[in-house]
């Protein structure tokens, strides 16, 4: 892998622009993948080597066409960063079925399918970087999280087992726990009365991403928590 290129799956204003953002400032060529590329080409357009894919993530035939486009047109990815997320609120009774597929595809088998893409090149590389955002749903379920935390447990299941399989054969696959509200526009709106110690900033947890795939082989991490100081846990 000559040339190193960075995946970043689930690109919005948020964490997902600022991976991209952090990744390309390092030098990487970045494919940004979202279901419509009319931000992510915005963002690919600030960066030196990036490009937008449409890609659905929650669609095997979509992840596979997307990822022979990218390795025709940038290369073989070293780091797949894995943002895609779908949050869907209810309890048990709100929630219906198709809530709680839809949660699971984009988490948990988009994952899956969006690994499977990069794993082969990796080990034959003997590197290479999979993170995996999850959320404080995976590990503590609300009554309103029915579909969102069954999604995010599974995700969290899934890079645990892969981290067990790959990391002997050199791949680190890590996991950021993202305890908190993300500094966006809307959530801004939406809580007009909090302190900027209250959100999470996208840079921040990027800066995460970016440090966990430079750490040495004898003391990966697997899971990092990322939460605002403020926060009373």
């Known amino acids: 892998m000559a040339k190193r290129v960075c995946v970043?799956?689930?690109?919005?204003?948020?964490?997902?622009?600022?991976?991209?953002r952090r990744f390309g400032a390092e030098g990487?060529?970045?494919?940004?993948?979202?279901?419509s590329t009319a931000f992510s080409e915005e963002v690919a357009s600030e960066l030196p080597d990036a490009r937008a894919y449409a890609c659905d993530v929650a669609d095997a035939t979509s992840v596979a066409r997307t990822f022979d486009a990218i390795r025709r047109e940038l290369g073989e990815p070293e780091v797949l960063v894995y943002?895609?997320?779908?949050?869907?609120?209810?309890t048990i009774e709100d929630a219906t079925a198709a809530d709680f597929?839809?949660?699971?595809?984009?988490n948990a088998l988009g994952g899956f399918l969006a690994a499977k893409q990069v794993i082969p090149t990796?080990?034959?590389?003997?590197?290479?970087?999979?993170?995996?955002?999850?959320?404080?749903a995976s590990r503590k379920a609300g009554a309103r999280s029915a579909a969102f935390s069954s999604a995010k447990g599974a995700q969290r299941s899934l890079a645990e087992s892969m981290a067990r399989a790959l990391w002997p054969a050199g791949?680190?696959?890590?996991?950021?726990?993202?305890?908190?509200?993300?500094?966006?526009?809307?959530?801004?709106?939406?809580?007009?009365?909090?302190?900027?110690?209250?959100?999470?900033?996208?840079?921040?947890?990027?800066?995460?991403?970016?440090?966990?795939?430079?750490?040495?082989?004898?003391a990966w991490s697997f899971e990092v928590e990322a939460?605002?100081?403020?926060?009373?846990?």
């Open 28 to 35: 990487f060529a970045v494919a940004l993948l979202a279901r």
């Open 101 to 106: 597929e839809s949660s699971w595809r984009v």
């Open 83 to 90: 943002n895609a997320g779908s949050g869907v609120w209810g």
């Open 122 to 136: 990796m080990k034959r590389a003997g590197r290479g970087s999979i993170v995996f955002v999850g959320a404080t």
């Open 227 to 233: 939460r605002p100081f403020g926060e009373s846990w």
């Open 8 to 20: 970043v799956a689930g690109v919005g204003p948020g964490n997902g622009a600022a991976f991209a």
């Open 171 to 218: 791949i680190h696959v890590a996991l950021i726990v993202v305890d908190g509200v993300v500094d966006l526009q809307r959530t801004r709106e939406r809580m007009p009365d909090k302190p900027d110690s209250f959100f999470i900033k996208p840079d921040d947890v990027a800066e995460i991403a970016f440090r966990v795939t430079q750490q040495k082989q004898s």
